[in-house]
């Protein structure tokens, strides 16, 4: 499996935008880019995935690099819900199981 | 639309015993995913079951079993538990083996 790496904490203030990065030097074509968050004591919430192109919902946005080695979940405006450890996790068609790692953890600083 | 639920919510056994857990999916969703999560560690993948079929296992043991109905609901078996089988047991559900897996609470199941 390809493997991604994340800086183990990042801290932020509250209403500025968060970058979080990820790296993912061995990813293939069609490995798919996906980010999940873990709040405190509660199961992990889907964020945004994406393949190519850049992505936007309604929680964030997904910026990836025209090389796919690596990828920056943006936060617009953090609030203090918004800390938690955020996972970068690459899946592909055939293996879709999540594959976790240590992730980042968010500090959100008011 | 009802979330993933997860039943019970915590849970005690004894090393040796045998344990079931319960997962209902999110409404609309035919997948149901199961991981295992020690504290201070990233969730781990145990099984998927994709319309009643195991489709992807993780490095677990036999003695870790699942099932899926067919109204897409789920359970985890767990047999000979170990102390190390102490951790959280989360939920997944999502449509299609490629969707976006949406988590219920998780089980907290301590093994004595």
């Known amino acids: 499996d390809a493997k991604t790496t994340q800086p183990n904490s990042m801290e932020s203030n509250e209403e500025e935008p968060v970058h979080l990065p990820c790296n993912h030097s061995t990813i293939s074509g069609t490995d798919y880019i996906h980010w999940y968050r873990q709040l405190p004591s509660q199961g992990p919430e889907y964020v945004i995935h994406?393949?190519?192109s850049n992505v936007n919902n309604r929680m964030a946005s997904l910026a990836i690099a025209e090389d796919r080695k690596s990828s920056t979940l943006i936060l617009h405006r953090a609030t203090l819900r918004d800390a938690a450890v955020y996972y970068c996790?690459?899946?592909?068609?055939?293996?879709?199981?999540?594959?976790f790692g240590t992730g980042t953890r968010l500090t959100i600083i008011p | 639309e009802t979330g993933v639920t997860q039943s019970p919510t915590h849970l005690i056994k004894t090393r040796g015993q045998q344990v079931t857990l319960r997962c209902s999916s999110q409404s609309g969703h035919n997948t149901v995913s199961w991981y295992q999560q020690a504290l201070g560690q990233g969730p781990q993948f145990i099984f998927q079951y994709y319309r009643e079929e195991e489709n992807g296992r993780g490095n677990f043991p036999p003695r870790f079993s699942g099932l899926q109905f067919p109204n897409y609901s789920s359970e985890l078996n767990v047999n000979a538990l170990e102390l190390d089988d102490s951790a959280l047991y989360l939920c997944?559900?999502?449509?299609?083996?490629?969707?976006?897996?949406?988590f219920g609470p998780g089980t907290r199941l301590l093994v004595l």
């Open positions: 994406g393949l190519t």
């Open positions: 996790i690459l899946t592909f068609f055939g293996n879709e199981k999540l594959t």
């Open positions: 997944a559900s999502s449509f299609g083996h490629a969707g976006a897996q949406y």
